[in-house]
């Protein structure tokens, strides 16, 4: 297996669209790493570059120390899985997995064995001799991770492989790809997807791409816990982060906020200094560390608009902004089953180990 390593990775088109531009990253032996970032951000440009599929327009990428930007992708000891499974209807399971093997003129025991092994890793053993029309969507996108496996590659590449799939092939696929994880602990895989439950439980670390860059690197809780920006506070989670528009009106080894727009004072854990008195801040909350509160001690308080029963929770959306406001509608996570919110007046706040506060976009836990 591989480490790898971007310094200054930059793709530009044309020599004028700028997609992607100081990209540096470190993903060493054993991780799987997971691109995130809204549509066009580049995650699956990055990829290709990696797999040498799309040039690299500025700065290196090393694999094992060795720099391999025109190095061609079948040299590069890298295996890639598509959004479209990107099989050959007319050939059998086993003969689908053997392909790249057979190019590569490996003896048929070497193959056999090489076949043997990823289905049983896969639970494929009783489907290679079937075509793959008569697969399911999930044993057909198995196939081409197996196809993949069978080369015994440096690093995996997952381009979206779950998107074609529904709802609950998806959730059996995306156990499916934890568990041969587990059971290759030494691989090195990277994997690109737009679904955060995905990323939140597959990833050892996830990358935010954004706005041509990388936003954060962290494992799944430190991008939930402490966002560096809003961007990420608001990308990772669902439903998105709570910014609420404040000032500092207390400062030390805690900080006291008045909220404006409604809300009252709020205080959270995060140090500032007598230079932060009067700060123009938002005040992160997650719907889900949202919980009623009395007195002035709160963070909103406003006019329930819609309450949606879940069962094991009620998400509580608040009055729309009104023409002219530019604000987002604050959402609650309340646990349990609640009755009659809606049209009443709720008042909420949070532990101040849950609040976040941002200056200009950027988290004051990060200055």
């Given amino acids: 297996m591989a480490d790898l390593k971007l310094t200054n990775v930059a793709k530009v088109y044309g020599g004028t669209v700028e997609v992607l531009k100081g990209i540096n990253l470190d993903i060493t032996t054993g991780e799987l790493i997971v691109f ?33 930007n025109d190095v061609p992708p079948a040299q590069r000891g890298i295996a890639m899985v598509f959004q479209s499974y990107a099989l050959y209807p007319h050939m059998t399971v086993r003969d689908n997995m053997a392909f790249a093997l057979k190019l590569a003129k490996n003896s048929a025991t070497e193959i056999d064995e090489a076949i043997t092994r990823a289905a049983r890793v896969l639970q494929l053993e009783d489907y290679l001799d079937r075509l793959p029309k008569a697969l399911s969507g999930g044993q057909r996108q198995r196939v081409a991770i197996g196809r993949s496996i069978v080369r015994d590659p440096k690093v995996y590449l997952f381009d979206e492989p779950l998107s074609n799939l ?8 995306r156990i499916e790809i934890a568990q041969l994880k587990e059971s290759m602990p030494d691989s090195t895989m990277i994997y690109v997807t737009h679904d ?45 982060m709570n910014l609420l528009a404040g000032e500092v009106v207390k400062t030390g080894k805690t900080t006291t906020v008045k909220v404006h727009d409604g809300g009252g004072t709020i205080t959270a854990n995060i140090p500032t200094t007598d230079n932060d008195m009067g700060l123009a801040v938002n005040v992160g909350i997650r719907p889900e560390d949202m919980i009623p509160a009395t007195g002035d001690n709160h963070a909103f308080k406003d006019t329930v608009s819609i309450a ?47 609040v976040h506060l941002f200056s200009n976009g950027q988290s004051l836990l990060y200055r």
Avoid: W
Wanted: aromatic residues 4%; glycine residues 10%; proline residues 5%.
């Fill in 36 to 68: 995130v970032g809204p549509s066009g951000c580049g995650k699956s440009t990055l990829l290709r570059m990696i797999a040498g599929l799309e040039k690299i327009s500025e700065g290196t990428l090393e694999i094992d120390g060795t720099v391999v």
């Fill in 166 to 173: 529904d709802a609950s092939l998806r959730v059996a696929t």
């Fill in 196 to 240: 955060q439950v995905e990323a939140m439980t597959l990833a050892s670390r996830i990358v935010v791409l954004a706005n041509k860059g990388i936003a954060q690197v962290g494992t799944p809780l430190e991008l939930y816990e402490t966002p560096e920006n809003e961007f990420v506070a608001q990308f990772i989670g669902s439903p998105a």
């Fill in 308 to 354: 949606e029963a879940l069962g094991e929770v009620t998400q509580v959306y608040f009055e729309p902004p009104k023409a002219g406001q530019n604000k987002d509608t604050v959402i609650a996570k309340l646990a349990g089953i609640h009755h009659g919110l809606r049209g009443q007046e709720m008042t909420l706040t949070a532990d101040p180990s849950k």
